[in-house]
């Protein structure tokens, strides 16, 4: 999908709602354990309730690697029933060498057909390279993680100045151009978010953390908006896992329903 399709999407519908699909067998209602695809099932019904609300859906690459053949039927229905104008998201975290990395491109641009993919950056240049070579396709490469952890490595300060994250944000950009490359900044760190746009004003950001993890939205889209809305915000457990009865689709459809109305007000006020 090409940015104008994307920031298209975000007009037409007055979102930038991104819907994690981490689905877990042990959280889904139990009564769809009997389906002959649980993961499937639970997914076309959050999808069927979320979509006229949702911009992207970003399966978790995790939840269904876990299950072996059976997770990764459980994506493929997963992908090819998301509705072709909706932007596809795996998040996968990889990253090799050139080689290793070109094999993972294919497996989720060409076999998958999906529109992006999450990349840790870690290992330089060479690694993110191969998944610029496919046409309206992204890399969204970790910057800013929303976990406590992320602080380990990414805010270390560096001895030329400035911090990991920020000299990712900025080498990067050599790599690929704004119809290209993402950056993930965890809406626990939204106090980034000005310091942020000033290295990277054009980019979109994929902006997990809302919900579950405890980010607040609106600092996100007070600070991290550009003049394209640039944000694509996710939320997994809070949509998703909202209900775990029998009526969980329609609890989903309310809680993704919440967050586009509060980004509509944002939308408008912001951009
Ligand atoms: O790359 C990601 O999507 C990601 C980066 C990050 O910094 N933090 C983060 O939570 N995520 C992912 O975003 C989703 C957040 O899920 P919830 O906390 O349930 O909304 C999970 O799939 C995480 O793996």
Redesign the pocket.
Known sequence: MTRAELFGQIQKKNSFLCV?L?TDLNKIPKHLLNTEDPIFEFNKRIIDATAQYAVAY?P?I??YEAYGVKGWQSLEKTIAYIPKDIFILA?A?RGDIGNTSKMYAKAFFENMNCDAI?VAPYMGEDSVKPFLEFDNKWV?L?A????VG?KDFQNLELTQGGELYEEVLRKSQEWGTTDQLMY???ATRAEALTNIRKIVPDHFL?V??????GGSLKDVAQHGMNNQCGLLV??????IYASQDENFAEVAEEKARELQLEMQQYLSEFL
């Open positions: 994690g981490d970003k978790n995790a939840f998040d975290k999450t969204i970790l800013l993680t929303s976990n992320g993930v900044v965890g994929l997990p953390g809302v919900g579950a993890q996710n939320s997994s457990r809070g949509i």
